[in-house]
Structure formats: structure tokens, C-alpha cells
């Protein structure tokens, strides 16, 4: 086999390392977070810069900086001390992660139907507030998530629609009420569609 071909190949493969890594690391740094602000204590969605993560992080460790923060941008010039936070538990201040760990071993509030592995590219369960609102997951803010969360109860996707349907349409739908239902330890109200 000629030098050439060698170093082609050579070649070919350390592109294809660099691509794999670099594919890694755009799906790793990608995603809203929920850390607690140093400043105060208190919530805060952010979201890191990929791109600048994937960038310099090809060669070297990646260098994190925020993209966007709930706070901003009365808080814009902050030392971004949160990225501790993001460094030391990169999954477990991920939304999606949060999300997932709260559906799991619960049943829909509405029909009682128990939640399996959520499918992100598919459709999504949603919320039940107090109040009998329902919310789907880009409607709450991040930054309240866990509150929102506290006060919640999860609903399956169709009845998140058969919901939407009876409050958008009322002369196309039929509400023949539920039963109450038990998730774990606490009873779950019958939910009314209206």
C-alpha cells in the first residue's frame, strides 16, 4: 500500500474523530438549564453558548459561557459563577432531564394512562395546574419550573388536546367526566374538560 493511501487514510479518520466529537459536544452543551443564581439564591433558566463550547472545545477542555439567562438583562454583567453548577452536574440541571425524572412512575391526572420513556421528538405529556390549566413544557417559564412542577399534576398528550379541543371548540366536544384517580400516594381530582 503506497504512503498516499496511508496518509489519506490517516486523515480520513482523524476528520472523522473530529466530527464525532464535535457532534458529541453540540448535542451535550445544547439545552435549557436550571441552576440556582449565586447572586440570590433563587432560580434561574440559562442557556450555554454550543457554539462557543463546541469550538473550543475540540482540542481542549470546552471553555462555558452563558448564551441566555432569566435574569438578563438587568443582570447581563455577571461573573456567570452558575457554570459551576452546569460543570458538576451537567445532566442534572438539563430541563429535559428534570422533566423526564418527574413523568417517570406517574399516571395522566386525566385518564390514568401510566407515562412511559418520554419521546422528545414526538409528542409531549403536559401539566394540569391547580386551577385546571394545562400547559405544555414551552409555556412554562424555566426559571419556574420546579414550582410549577410542585403544583402540578401531569396529563397525558391527548387529553392535554381533548382539553384544547373543549375550551377551543366547545360545540365539537362532548365531556363526560372521570372518575378521581390515585398517582402514588395522593389522590388525583377528576378533571373536568371545559
Not at 394545562?134 to 397525558?156: F, G, M, N
Not at 395522593?186 to 373536568?192: A, F, G, N, Q, V
Request: positive net charge.
Amino acid at each position: 500500500m503506497p504512503v498516499s493511501w496511508i496518509l489519506l487514510l490517516l486523515v480520513g479518520v482523524l476528520a472523522l474523530a473530529a466530527a464525532a466529537r464535535l457532534t458529541w459536544s453540540w448535542f451535550h452543551y445544547r439545552g435549557d438549564r436550571l441552576v440556582t443564581c449565586p447572586e440570590n439564591m433563587r432560580p434561574a433558566g440559562v442557556r450555554l453558548d454550543a457554539r462557543h463550547a463546541v469550538a473550543t472545545g475540540l482540542v481542549k477542555g470546552a471553555d462555558l459561557r452563558l448564551a441566555t439567562c432569566s435574569r438578563w438583562p438587568e443582570k447581563a454583567g455577571c461573573g456567570q459563577e452558575c457554570l459551576t453548577q452546569i460543570q458538576a452536574s451537567p445532566a442534572g440541571c438539563l430541563v429535559k432531564n428534570i422533566l423526564t425524572e418527574w413523568y417517570d412512575d406517574e399516571v395522566c391526572a386525566s385518564c390514568g394512562r401510566l407515562f412511559g420513556p418520554i419521546n422528545w421528538a414526538g409528542p409531549k405529556p403536559a401539566v394540569r395546574m391547580a386551577d385546571a390549566r394545562t400547559l405544555d413544557w414551552d409555556e412554562i417559564p424555566v426559571d419556574q419550573l420546579r414550582d410549577v412542577l410542585a403544583k402540578s399534576v401531569p396529563i397525558c398528550f391527548a387529553c392535554n388536546m381533548a382539553n384544547r379541543l373543549v375550551k377551543e371548540h366547545p360545540d365539537l366536544a362532548i365531556d363526560r367526566g372521570r372518575p378521581a384517580l390515585t398517582s402514588g400516594n395522593r389522590e388525583i381530582p377528576p378533571m373536568r374538560l371545559t
